[in-house]
C-alpha cells in the first residue's frame, strides 16, 4: 500500500507531457528529456512481466534491466524530478507496458506524450496504438545515442541493390571525422580484418586481465531475490552476476577495457579457449544498449588510445567498426526492413530448436562451453554467437525465428533492434543476402583453427561420417548438398561448391544419412 502512495502522490497537478522512459534508455540526456519541465512535465517508468515473458528470457537479462532501470529511476529521482514508476513486484502491477501506460493516462491526463524511439518494434506499435485511443499527440524523438538516424541509413540504402556494412561504415567515418586524416583513412586502410584472426598458442591466453564484474549492491540484490522467486523457471543463474547497472559503473568498465584489454582486443577478437568467456572482449554491449554509455564516448576513448599510441590501429579500428559500423547497420537495416523482416526465411529452414539449448547438456565440446557460459553470465562472444551457436542452427535446419528467439531470450545485451538482424541475417542467412554477403558456413576445422575445443571433444572435426565424425563437419556438407541449387547462385560460394562437386554420389549418401541420424538423435 505505501508504495501505491508514494506513486499516486506524484499524479496531481496539470500535467503537459507524460514523458515514457522505456527501460533500454536509462539516460538522463536522453532526448525524451530535453526541455523538460518538473512543473509542467512526469516522468513515466514501468518493470512489467510482459518484457521478461513474450520470449523466455535468461535470469541475466532480466536482472540487468529491472536493475539498471531501478538505479536510473533513483537518480533521477535524486535530480528533483517527479516520476511515475511501477515495480514489479507492485501489488496493483497490470502486466504489461500498454496496459501501464494507458493507466498511467487516464490518471494523469496529460496534453501529450513524449518518446524517444524504441528498439522495438512491438514497443513502438504498442505505445502508437495507445496514444490513438486516448488522442493524445506522441511526440516520438530521435534516439541521440547513434551517430546516425534512421532518416540517414534510409538515404544510403534507397535505391541499392544490395546493403554493406563496408560502404556505410565509411560514410560515417567520412562524416563524423573518425580515424581520419583529412578524406583518408589513417593507416592508408578502411579495414585492418586481415591482422585481426589470430588464435590462441598451444599454451592458451596468457595473463588475461580480469573482467569489470560489480558486486551487487542492496537494489541489485533486491533485484535478483525477485528474479529467482517470480521468474525460477526461467533459464540461467544469477550466482556470479557482476554486469554494470549505473553510468558510473559504466564509465568504469569502459575506462578498464581500454587500458587493460584493448591493445589485444584486435589480434585475438576471433579467438575461442575453453574456460575463458571473457578474454579481452569489451562487455560495454549491455551497457551500451542500456544506453548507459554513449556510442560516442566509447569511440572516442578507443580513438584517443590510438593517437596516445596506447593501442595499435588494427585493434582500435576493429573494436570502432563493431560500434561505429556493424551496430549503426544492423539498427538501419532493422527499422528499414520491419515489420516483415522477422518473418523471414531464405532457405526454408523448419527444424526445432535443440532443447540442449537451454541446459548446454550436449557431448560437442565447443557448444557445451558456449552454452554454458551464455547460461552463466547471459553473454558469449561474437564469435562464439557467429561460428558456434549460430552455425550450429544454420547448419541444423532450425527455422530461423527459433533461433532468434533464443538470442533474444538469452543475452544480457539482447534488444530486439540489433539481436535480429545479427541472428536472422548475419548467423542465419534468412534474409536471403541483405545483410551478409554469403551464408557463413563452415566445417569443424575452423573451430579447431580458432580454440581448443577440438582437443578434449570426443568428435573429429576431419571426419565426416562414421562414429567420431564432428557434426559440424558432416552437417556443413549436407549444408551444401541440400542448398546447393541455390549457393551456385552466390559467387562467393564457388570455392566451397567447388569442393562439394569432388565428392561422389556414395560419399553424398553417406554423408545425407549420418546428417538426418544426427538430427533425429537431438531432437
Known amino acids: 500500500m505505501a508504495k501505491t502512495k508514494r506513486r ?43 518484457e521478461s515473458t513474450h520470449v523466455w528470457s535468461a535470469k541475466q537479462r532480466i536482472t540487468v534491466f529491472l536493475s539498471a532501470m531501478r538505479h536510473f529511476a533513483d537518480h533521477l529521482r535524486g535530480q528533483g524530478l517527479p516520476m511515475h514508476y511501477t515495480r514489479l513486484d507492485d501489488a496493483d502491477n497490470l502486466g504489461t507496458l500498454t496496459l501501464e501506460v494507458d493507466r498511467a493516462i487516464k490518471q494523469v491526463k496529460p496534453a501529450g506524450l513524449v518518446l524517444t524511439a524504441p528498439g522495438d518494434w512491438r514497443v513502438l506499435q504498442s505505445i502508437r496504438a495507445i496514444a490513438a485511443q486516448h488522442q493524445l499527440p506522441l511526440e516520438l524523438r530521435d534516439d541521440t545515442h547513434f551517430f546516425s538516424t534512421l532518416r540517414d541509413f534510409a538515404a544510403h540504402a534507397k535505391d541499392r541493390k544490395q546493403l554493406r556494412l563496408e560502404y556505410w561504415y565509411r560514410e560515417l567515418r567520412h562524416k563524423n571525422g573518425i580515424l581520419m586524416e583529412g578524406s583518408k583513412p589513417v593507416g592508408g586502410q578502411w579495414n585492418f580484418d586481415a591482422d585481426n584472426r589470430e588464435s590462441f598458442g598451444k599454451a592458451g591466453p596468457q595473463n588475461v586481465p580480469p573482467p569489470t564484474r560489480f558486486e551487487p549492491d542492496i537494489t541489485t540484490q533486491e533485484v535478483i531475490d525477485l528474479v529467482n522467486t517470480r521468474f525460477a523457471s526461467h533459464p540461467g543463474t544469477l550466482i556470479s552476476f557482476g554486469w554494470p547497472v549505473t553510468r558510473i559503473q559504466a564509465l568504469q568498465a569502459l575506462q578498464t577495457f581500454i587500458s587493460e ?49 596506447h593501442a595499435p590501429l588494427a585493434a582500435v579500428e576493429g573494436f570502432v567498426r563493431q560500434i561505429l559500423g556493424w551496430r549503426e547497420f544492423v539498427r538501419g537495416v532493422y527499422w528499414t526492413q520491419m515489420p516483415d523482416y522477422v518473418e523471414r526465411n ?30 552463466e553470465h547471459g553473454y558469449s562472444h561474437h564469435i562464439q554467437r557467429l561460428m558456434v551457436t549460430g552455425l550450429y542452427a544454420l547448419l541444423f535446419g532450425v527455422k530461423p525465428q527459433a533461433v532468434h528467439a533464443w538470442y533474444l531470450s538469452v543475452y544480457v545485451d539482447a534488444v530486439e533492434w540489433v539481436e535480429l538482424p545479427n541472428t536472422l541475417g548475419m548467423s542465419q542467412f534468412a534474409d536471403g543476402g541483405l545483410m551478409a554477403s554469403k551464408p557463413y558456413v563452415a566445417t569443424g576445422k575452423y573451430i579447431q583453427r580458432m580454440s581448443n575445443h577440438c582437443k578434449g571433444c570426443k568428435y573429429d572435426p576431419a571426419q565426416s561420417t562414421g562414429d567420431n565424425a564432428c557434426p559440424y563437419t558432416t552437417l556443413y556438407w549436407d549444408f551444401l548438398i541440400r542448398h546447393e541449387v541455390l549457393l551456385k547462385k552466390n559467387p562467393r560460394m564457388a570455392m566451397q561448391l567447388k569442393n562439394l562437386a569432388r565428392l561422389d554420389l556414395p560419399a553424398r549418401v553417406a554423408i545425407e544419412s549420418q546428417a538426418t541420424a544426427h538430427r533425429n538423435a537431438q531432437l
Open 8 to 50: 499516486q502522490a506524484s499524479l496531481t497537478g496539470s500535467i503537459r507531457h507524460l514523458v515514457i522512459m522505456l527501460g533500454d534508455q536509462l539516460d538522463q540526456e536522453s532526448s525524451a528529456l530535453e526541455g523538460f519541465d518538473p512543473l509542467q512535465d512526469l516522468i513515466w517508468m514501468a518493470e512489467v512481466a510482459e
Open 261 to 309: 584489454r584493448l591493445p589485444l582486443f584486435g589480434q585475438y577478437e576471433d579467438a575461442i579457449w575453453a574456460g575463458e568467456a571473457w578474454l579481452y572482449h569489451s562487455h560495454l554491449s549491455s551497457a551500451l544498449n542500456l544506453k548507459l554509455l554513449n556510442a560516442r564516448e566509447v569511440v572516442q576513448a578507443a580513438e584517443d588510445a590510438w593517437r596516445s599510441g
Open 346 to 375: 531464405a532457405l526454408n529452414a523448419q527444424g526445432d530448436l535443440p532443447a540442449w539449448y537451454w541446459t548446454g547438456e550436449t557431448e560437442m565440446a565447443c557448444l557445451k562451453d558456449a552454452i554454458g557460459q551464455t547460461l
